[in-house]
């Protein structure tokens, strides 16, 4: 391929989603203009160079609207984000006049911006800067830096992805005792098994297979679309994993639509159960969903918005 000639928006298309199958992390860099006005914005292209001496290199699109100001800049910061901190990466990958409002920071000693909260941080003086295509590759010299213990927010595909969460699911399925249940929604309603005595559970099965054969056998095709939960029921130690999705056709036997505004919660007899299907409800009027990870009694709910405590 040419490198003088435009590339094929197919092939382009291509090349940037074989790049997103690179993992990485996700940082937050951030200078001041000439004036003292902070600027900042959303990168996972950061790498480090050097030990000796300490490099590292953040890239920056030249169509970036802080471009210029990091091209001239004498010092910068990259921050490293945790994974409680999502909506610190929205923010900065967005044009809000007012990141630096409600982002938490505080200055170095050289008065640039620290994001607080975050896994690390580096203060860096400018070392080099590269020209590299449409992008240009900002060179530091790492002045300080600071470090804290946790899971990082991780970027795959275009999407964050939990490593918490991710290792919370293979501890779950390399143990015994390990149900699979899904939230599957149909218009507002929700599909929920009943057995004869009219109590009320969710479809649940031993694993994914077991659970979409299930409900083919009664007439439905399921879509599982998302994780919505991960817990340990304290006094077993069983795992439950289940998953939030749609579904669609007329239920079988046992099975049956309910409205979310009329969910008969006091017909569930399962503590846990009871508040996950009461959460979503909430969300569901709210138009914002999480997973929740932890046990039957007390978890962390992960949003895009960050981490929330939730007791069951």
Known sequence: MSTDTPMDPDIKRSLRDAFGRFATGVTVVTTRQPDGTPRGFTANSFTSVSLEPPLLLVCIGKTAHSCDTFAACDHFTVNILADDQKEISGLFASQSADKFGIADWHPNAQAMP???GTLANFS???HQLVDAGDHLILIGRVLDFETADGDPLGYYKGAYFDIGL???MTEAATVGGVTIAAVLAHDNSLLLAEDANGQVTLPTAAS????TRNLEGSGLTSDLA???AVYRTTETKAQRIVYHGHVQGTPGQGLRFHDLG???LNRVPDDAERALLRR???ENRHGTFGIYHGTEVEGVVHTLAGNHKYHI
């Open 166 to 168: 991710d290792r919370a």
């Open 226 to 228: 998302h994780l919505y």
């Open 208 to 211: 994914i297979e077991a659970l």
């Open 124 to 126: 860096c003086a400018r």
């Open 262 to 264: 009329t969910l008969p």
């Open 114 to 116: 620290l994001i607080d």
């Open 280 to 282: 979503y409800a909430q």
